[in-house]
């Protein structure tokens, strides 16, 4: 049996090395990175949340989505989408992520200082997502220094 015909440009290819050629990233934009990863999960569960209130898994009786007001139903809707979608973004480091976690975040803000009979008014959530934008901006800023145009 004969050897396959090669020509002798693919037999000297070398395996690609991830360290040689590409720009070097940051430590302040690997933190970022790392904290969008972490947001993604969070954002993924809040996402999941909001469906098992839709589903009805974990609640009782009273406190089924149909005989929420229309505003809650409405919210919890909006929120099971969005945040499942953040998650996406926010996972791959992409651009469009963020803008809709920031969407989702300054939403939620907005329903618990301006709707709190949606939800209740929780303070606890509002200082928590407050924080978590604020910690991002802060992150995204430092990255920014690390890459001057």
């Known amino acids: ?80 989408v969005i945040d499942l979608v953040a998650a996406v973004g926010l996972w791959l480091a992409a651009a469009w992520g963020a803008v809709i976690w920031l969407m989702s975040v300054a939403s939620m803000l907005a329903v618990e200082i301006f709707f709190p009979q949606i939800f209740g008014a929780g303070i606890v959530v509002g200082v928590a997502e407050g924080a978590l934008l604020a910690i991002y901006l802060w992150l995204a800023l430092k990255s920014a220094k690390e890459h001057p145009l």
């Open 1 to 80: 049996m004969s050897e396959p015909f090669v020509p002798e440009e693919v037999q000297s290819l070398e395996p690609v090395h991830e360290d040689e050629g590409g720009p070097k990233v940051g430590l302040w934009t690997l933190r970022l990175v790392v904290f969008l990863r972490i947001m993604a999960f969070v954002s993924m569960f809040k996402g999941l949340y909001h469906w098992s209130r839709v589903c009805g898994i974990g609640v009782d009786g009273a406190s089924l989505f149909e005989y929420q007001s229309i505003a809650w139903q409405t919210a919890t809707i909006f929120f099971a």
